[in-house]
């Protein structure tokens, strides 16, 4: 991740009372041959316009039914407006994909019992649970604790949620990504399809192909910055010959389901 370096006094950073930072993107899968990705993982992002500081938050993971059991911290990190954030979870058996390079790997993750805890990374159920940001290491009681930054109850047995439903279950090859709204208390979550839809990643003549008409695309750098859109809001191949070589995640919309999909330019 790009480092962010400020002059004291020209940028406010927001307080984490006003921190507009959102569990952006879930992943995790089930122990299957077909699992695509080799973690699980999540996706944050900062939807204000300020820049956020996320010092001394932690993410927490609790089962479908119960308190919540474990967490793990971040490090010290601060995010722009737009900007993203991918967190490697817990290994997924036999998935088959490297995920783009993450900005932080877990590998430390506590027991709120005060039990000792192996794992690397958090793993999370493929059918329900909930996963809370919070602003310190303070076990996370529900979605509307003081210490909340965002919470995600997912699958039909989450006894605690945001909005007025809880998120679906992941499955093999779909995610769980947040809806875009202006109202974050109304998000909705929605099945994303996870799997591939550019006919050839490693895109060798300067243009993507993509397998149908795609809508809203945006190329992002391992920054996660964008660094190009289709100039038409349906297309169904995208020139990057400009980019530099390297990896990039292109990201669109087909039939109303958001996709994404790491590609390399050599």
């Known amino acids: 991740m790009k480092k962010i370096f400020t002059i004291a006094g020209l940028i406010m950073m927001a307080a984490f009372t006003n921190a507009q930072i959102i569990i952006s993107e879930i992943y995790g899968g089930t122990e299957n041959a077909s699992t695509l990705p080799k973690n699980s993982y999540i996706i944050l992002r900062n939807t204000g316009t300020n820049f956020v500081s996320l010092t001394g938050a932690s993410i927490q993971y609790a089962p479908a039914v119960g308190a919540f059991t474990q967490?793990?911290?971040?490090?010290?990190?601060?995010?722009?407006?737009?900007?993203?954030?991918l967190i490697q979870e817990a290994a997924i058996a036999n998935g088959v994909v490297d995920l783009p390079t993450p900005d932080f790997i877990a590998t430390v993750v506590n027991n709120f019992d005060g039990t000792p805890?192996?794992?690397?990374?958090?793993?999370?159920?493929?059918?329900?649970?909930?996963?809370?940001?919070?602003?310190?290491?303070?076990?996370?009681?529900g979605p509307t604790a003081p210490n909340v930054l965002d919470f995600i109850g997912y699958g039909p047995n989450a006894d605690q949620y945001?909005?007025?439903?809880?998120?679906?279950?992941?499955?093999?090859?779909?995610?769980?990504?947040?809806?875009?709204?202006?109202?974050?208390?109304?998000?909705?979550?929605?099945?994303?399809?996870l799997s591939g839809f550019v006919q050839n990643p490693f895109v060798k003549d300067g243009r993507i192909i993509f397998g149908t008409d795609v809508q809203n695309i945006k190329v992002f750098d391992s920054y996660r910055q964008i660094v190009k859109k289709s100039p038409t809001k349906f297309a169904s191949f995208l020139d990057i010959e400009e980019l530099p070589k390297g990896t990039y995640i292109v990201t669109g919309t087909i039939n109303n389901v958001p996709i994404s999909q790491k590609i390399v330019k050599d």
């Open 117 to 141: 805890n192996s794992l690397s990374g958090i793993q999370f159920s493929g059918t329900s649970g909930k996963i809370a940001l919070a602003g310190n290491i303070v076990q996370v009681t």
């Open 162 to 193: 945001k909005g007025n439903k809880p998120a679906p279950s992941p499955t093999i090859t779909t995610i769980i990504r947040r809806a875009e709204s202006t109202d974050q208390l109304a998000d909705l979550l929605e099945g994303a399809v």
């Open 71 to 85: 967490y793990h911290t971040l490090p010290d990190l601060t995010l722009g407006p737009d900007q993203t954030y």
